[in-house]
């Protein structure tokens, strides 16, 4: 460092800002391969758990983390890649324990990025700490509540259902606010920070999974208030889908405790993936050796819902009943939704990024050609390489998330009995099924069968 420190006081003015322009590129270069390593183990990840190979699932991530892939800044993913492989694992209290740690990171990483407001503008996102996208941190407390469930937690798993609620109401004070602290940061007012309305204020699975539990807990009152509001967000749900039907919840059954003791859970599809979109704008002064020619090029990630294959749910009890469970959360279309409500915000800071960077290399190369014409064409040129290559949308998001959520309750006799979860194409061809033998005894009062086919 001395030796670095002593060259630089010597460098001229010129020499200083051709240092800085290769030091920033080499920085940022390296970097960039880190979060293409990421991406790639995100993928191999998400193909492992697509197969319903949770043990190697398991494995590939603590690999990662050994390998540095997932670093400090990435944990939120992390935790919430292990809270899902452990769920479905059949691992509740370690998948709580990582669904949690996700939680408690989302709610300080949200906290530093309104803090950090334009500083964060001039940085790549992939070396931002991920801050978690506001529906991956509502449907972090489903499957904890489904862990609760499990462990036959009620009062836990209410709490869950409680938090989901809270954070859909709060979804679009949250977005507002993230709008507001750039806007306010952004003292150049460079472009308009505004976000869009989001068209969905309520979970149905939350309201599903809450009127269940106050039900078997005997209190009725707000079993009923939970249905209501669960019509509420089926409703809003079918604006999100075209193809959707009204739904066939029995409501009547869902809050007569003594109806049923099975709940039945069956989770399809994929959460949305982010792809990268990316925009170029070039100024072209047509006076020769101007220097006021301008080139930006800024990136920024998408969202694209991933369909799904399986287009009903049922299941098979003891090979001679059939019964469907009922569509009651498309959380990839509510995802894709909240997403669409911050993309505005997302565009901005990209293109507020590439803004500053151009800017900041046009001003180093007008200055350098002042005394050295073919330095200062060469850090141009190297801005502009510098630009395409190290321009990468943040694509990071939380693979192992389901795409929708099937829910029906049932009751059984007591006795032992083998339960089939079926997923069903467009024809009724059964593309993947989960058999269980459960027992049934007089002190049963509610056992959660769960299947997943993410496919």
């Not at 590939?60 to 809270?83: A, P, T």
Request: with cysteine; net charge negative.
């Amino acid at each position: 460092m001395k030796v670095i420190a002593s060259s630089y006081k010597n460098l001229s003015l010129v020499k200083q800002s051709a240092f800085f322009s290769l030091l920033l590129g080499v920085s940022i270069l390296l970097s960039g391969c880190h979060s293409y390593m990421l991406d790639h183990a995100q993928d191999d990840l998400r193909r492992s758990f697509e197969e319903g190979n949770y043990l190697e699932s398991e494995a590939l991530l603590k690999k990662y983390k050994q390998d540095d892939i997932y670093r400090s800044k990435d944990q939120v993913l992390y935790n919430l890649e292990s809270g899902i492989i452990y769920h479905f694992s059949g691992k509740y209290d370690s998948s709580s324990m990582y669904l949690t740690e996700a939680e408690n990171l989302i709610d300080q990483n949200y906290t530093k990025s309104i803090s950090r407001g334009v500083a964060s503008f001039l940085g790549n996102d992939n070396n931002l700490v991920y801050d978690g996208e506001p529906y991956e941190d509502i449907y972090l407390n489903s499957f904890k509540a489904l862990n609760y469930i499990q462990l036959q937690d009620w009062d836990a798993a209410l709490v869950e259902t409680r938090r989901m609620v809270y954070k859909m109401e709060q979804l679009d004070i949250k977005i507002k606010g993230i709008a507001e602290a750039f806007a306010k940061s952004d003292s150049n007012k460079t472009t308009d920070w505004s976000s869009k309305k989001i068209n969905i204020q309520n979970s149905a699975l939350s309201h599903y999974l809450a009127a269940v539990l106050y039900a078997k807990s005997g209190d009725f009152d707000d079993a009923r208030i939970e249905s209501e509001k669960l019509s509420i967000a089926l409703q809003e749900q079918e604006l999100l889908s075209v193809s959707r039907s009204s739904s066939s919840i029995d409501h009547t059954k869902l809050i007569s405790p003594n109806n049923y003791n099975v709940l039945l859970a069956g989770f399809t599809g994929r959460a949305p993936v982010k792809v990268e979109s990316t925009a170029r704008i070039f100024i072209d002064d047509d006076e020769e050796d101007s220097d006021d020619d301008f080139y930006i090029k800024f990136a920024f990630p998408s969202i694209q819902v991933q369909p799904s294959e399986v287009q009903f749910v049922r299941a098979v009890i003891n090979d001679t009943l059939n019964i469907h469970l009922d569509l009651v959360e498309e959380m990839d279309k509510v995802a894709a939704e909240v997403y669409s409500a911050k993309e505005p915000i997302i565009y901005a800071r990209a293109l507020t990024r590439a803004l500053a960077k151009a800017t900041g290399t046009k001003w180093v190369s007008n200055v350098v050609k002042k005394e050295k014409k073919w330095l200062g064409e060469l850090i141009s040129l190297l801005g502009f390489i510098g630009q395409e290559v190290s321009e990468k949308a943040d694509l990071r998001g939380w693979q192992t998330m389901p795409g929708q959520a099937w829910l029906q309750v049932i009751q059984l006799p007591e006795g032992e009995h083998t339960v089939r979860i079926e997923h069903l194409n467009h024809r009724g061809r059964v593309l993947y099924y989960d058999e269980y033998i459960i027992k049934v005894s007089p002190t049963t009062e509610l056992e959660l069968i769960e299947s997943i086919y993410a496919n």
